[in-house]
């Protein structure tokens, strides 16, 4: 099993442009979580999905889209990049039955 | 909400020596409370969880305690070693453990093995 797996691992935008940060998980899991790190914040989550065709609102979604068309897939789109929000994104997922939460290898994006 | 506050932020112990660091959580309706361990350049790998109906866990040199009257719960590292170094997290569910929203975590604390 590879886990949670993110792409792409690094990422520079511009202001203004657009992107899809790919979170995918092989592990059949129901929840799956976005989250940015910044520092001295801990972790905040963006948006969330309990199953396949559903989403919502986490602590910090202004700026934010996702889709979770496949249960397997977990996509994050910014549609017009903004310099507050570089960060470093991570992707977790997780089974209702149980609490751990499984961690991709994190995003780290710049937005100049 | 949920509001998780962490100390210390940094902290440095001679190899040996026990690490704690400290949570306090604002929502009495949480009840499981996970501890993170994040290496450089690597997402938070859970470590050692711990519910409301218990006071403390051990799980080899790690253990944490939690006090519900006082919101508090803390992680307890003996006999650091070297590979003890990384930043870690503790976090609360927000509304209780079966719910699929909000782990809420606390700022992080950076510590630091001295040899």
């Known amino acids: 099993n590879a886990g949670v797996t993110q792409t792409p691992k690094f990422r520079v935008l511009k202001t203004g442009q657009s992107m899809t940060l790919l979170c995918a998980q092989d592990?059949?899991?129901?929840?799956m979580y976005w989250y940015r790190q910044d520092p001295g914040m801990g972790l905040r989550l963006i948006h969330y999905s309990v199953g396949e065709g559903t989403t919502a609102k986490g602590e910090v979604p202004d700026g934010y889209n996702v889709s979770r068309l496949k249960k397997q897939n977990f996509l994050l789109g910014l549609e017009s990049a903004a310099p507050s929000q570089t960060s470093v994104y991570f992707c977790?997922?997780?089974?209702?039955?149980?609490?751990?939460?499984?961690f991709g290898p994190g995003t780290r994006l710049t937005v100049l | 909400g949920e509001n998780v506050e962490q100390h210390p932020s940094t902290l440095s112990v001679q190899e040996g020596d026990s690490a704690v660091i400290k949570c306090t959580y604002s929502d009495s309706a949480s009840n499981y409370f996970p501890w993170y361990k994040q290496e450089l350049g690597k997402g938070p790998q859970l470590i050692i969880d711990i519910r409301s109906n218990v006071g403390e866990k051990k799980d080899q040199r790690i253990a944490v305690t939690l006090n519900k009257t006082a919101k508090h719960f803390s992680l307890h590292i003996t006999e650091t070693q070297p590979e003890d170094s990384a930043v870690y997290f503790c976090?609360?569910?927000?509304?209780?453990?079966?719910?699929?929203?909000?782990?809420?975590f606390g700022s992080g604390t950076r510590l630091s093995i001295r040899p």
């Open positions: 976090a609360a569910i927000e509304g209780g453990y079966s719910s699929a929203s909000k782990i809420i």
């Open positions: 592990m059949n899991h129901e929840y």
């Open positions: 977790a997922s997780r089974q209702p039955s149980t609490d751990t939460q499984y």
